[in-house]
Every structure is written in C-alpha cells, then in structure tokens.
C-alpha cells in the first residue's frame, strides 16, 4: 500500500523527489505517513480536502478488500 | 500566460529564452517537453542591443500522448491496488472517457460511486485532459435517478407553491436538476451556498 500512495502523492506534487511514505503496521490497522514538500501540501491535500479525502477512499477500497485498516496521516516535510 | 483565443488547444508561454518558455508550458500542461509541440510566434530583442529578451510560444499536448499519462498511471495504479479491475480508454471530442470493468467493479460503485469518483478526482489532477470515468453504466442510470428526483420535486413545488431545498450535490449532479427544472414553465432554480457541494432551491415564479 505504501507504493500505491508513493505513486499518487509523486503524481500530483512538483517535487516528486521530495516525497517520502513510510508504513507503521498496527494490529488491525495500518499507518500510512505521507510527507511532502511544504509547497505541495495543497496539492496532496486539495481544495477542501477533497483530494487527501479521495486518496483515503482509494486506501479505504483497499482496506475493504483486504480486511485491514489503513489510516492515512499528511505530513510536511521540514 | 495568455489563453489563445482561436483554440482552445494551444496556449501561450513566455519566457526570456525558450528554454524558459518550454519549461514554463510544461509545468502549466503537466507534461514533459517530449510530450508537448509547439511553434515559436515571436521573438523580440529590444532594439539598440540590450539585453532584454523574450519569446512567446504556442505550445499545446501531442496528439497521441494526450492519454498517455492517463494510460500509464492506472497501470502503475492497479499493480498496486488490491482490486481486480480492468479499463477502456477512449477519447472523446474534448475529454478522455474511462470505462472501469472487471470482477471488483462492485466496489467502485459503492455509496453512490465514491470510489470511482475518486478515482476520477485523482486522474483530473494528472492528466492534462478532463477525465470521466464510468462503470456498469453508472453514469446513465445516475442520471436517470436526478432526472426522476428533480420531476417529482418539481411536480410538488407546482402544486403547492413552497419551494424545496435540495441535500447537497456536486456540480455535475446540480447541472442536471437545474436543466430538468428549468424546462417546466413556472419553475426556476438557484444553487445555495459556496463550495464543491452546494444546495439547489427550486421555487415558484410567475409566468
């Protein structure tokens, strides 16, 4: 799941390079930590949050089809 | 950046030497240089030598590369992905129409297409072409369903005179209400509120 993510957060942001995601496996539920440059957190989030809550129901379709959880958590690369 | 008035394919760039003015029509085309053509309208040096320089250029996507970004990130996309679904990629006039089949399409469908307009969602924000995506037929029936809402709202606003307020709905869900309503003598329509997602009133006018 975290080259699915690493594949839409590279495809939508300026700086692709700058993209890191990093799995934290949980009982039922999976962390997934995507960080992006300052300058492309609009475009991983969108307006009104519309894309990150896109990308949540692509990982929630997963999740279903999988039986597991996975949490999506947006971080700004400092 | 100057949107060409003759097409609405080509657009203008400028920059101080090419390079830049390419650059500048890739960002803005989201598509690298060997994905785009383009023709070199103007080139003006300021007279007496000075250094100040530009160029404009009419850049616009390759004819045959237009679905491509498409094509190739739904591959990538369902290599990953745990659901099994296949696509058809087809062009239209103006957009790329995306036809989603395979044995998870049921999940697509779910809560009224979530997935799948989700999906559309993230294709809009790569490709430099509107991208629609269906399934099953999704759309039609959708459609068919608003129609079918609108009329009875409709029906009801005309006998009892009390406009009705209708739960939010996206624009291409509202654009149906307001052209069914709108046919109706007597009746007229307004979105309310701002944002993605809006209200639409139907009320009673005087003829």
Redesign the interface.
């Known amino acids: 799941?975290k080259?699915?993510v690493e594949?839409?957060a590279k495809?939508?942001v300026?700086h692709p390079e700058k993209v890191h995601v990093s799995q934290l496996e949980g009982e039922q539920t999976t962390i997934l930590e995507l960080k992006v440059a300052p300058e492309d957190l609009g475009?991983v989030i969108?307006?009104?949050g519309?894309?990150a809550?896109?990308?949540r129901?692509?990982l929630?379709?997963?999740g279903?089809?999988?039986k597991r959880r996975f949490n999506l958590e947006i971080i700004e690369k400092s | 950046m100057v949107k060409n008035q003759k097409s609405n394919e080509a657009m203008e760039f400028r920059g101080r030497n090419l390079d830049e003015a390419i650059r500048n029509a890739e960002l803005a085309l989201k598509l690298s240089r060997d994905k785009i053509s383009f023709e070199v309208i103007t080139e003006k040096t300021k007279l007496f030598g000075f250094r100040g320089k530009e160029i404009v250029i009419r850049a616009w996507p390759k004819e045959e590369n237009e679905t491509e970004a498409v094509t190739s990130f739904l591959q990538r996309f369902l290599s990953y992905f745990p659901l099994e679904l296949n696509f058809e990629i087809k062009k239209r006039n103006n957009f790329i129409y995306l036809i989603f089949s395979g044995p998870d399409r049921g999940l697509l469908l779910r809560q009224e297409g979530n997935l799948l307009l989700a999906i559309q969602h993230i294709l809009n924000k790569i490709s430099p072409r509107k991208v629609q995506v269906d399934c099953d037929f999704f759309r039609r029936r959708k459609e068919r369903k608003l129609r079918e809402m609108a009329e009875k709202v409709a029906q009801k606003v005309l006998e009892t005179g009390e406009e009705e307020i209708l739960d939010l709905m996206n624009p291409y869900e509202r654009r149906i209400i307001h052209l069914v309503v709108n046919e109706i003598p007597g009746l007229n329509t307004e979105s309310l509120g701002d944002g993605f997602y809006k209200k639409v009133r139907i009320f009673r006018v005087k003829t």
């Open positions: 799941m080259d699915l594949l839409i495809s939508l300026d475009k969108g307006k009104q519309r894309t809550r896109a990308i129901t692509i929630g379709a997963a279903m089809k999988m």
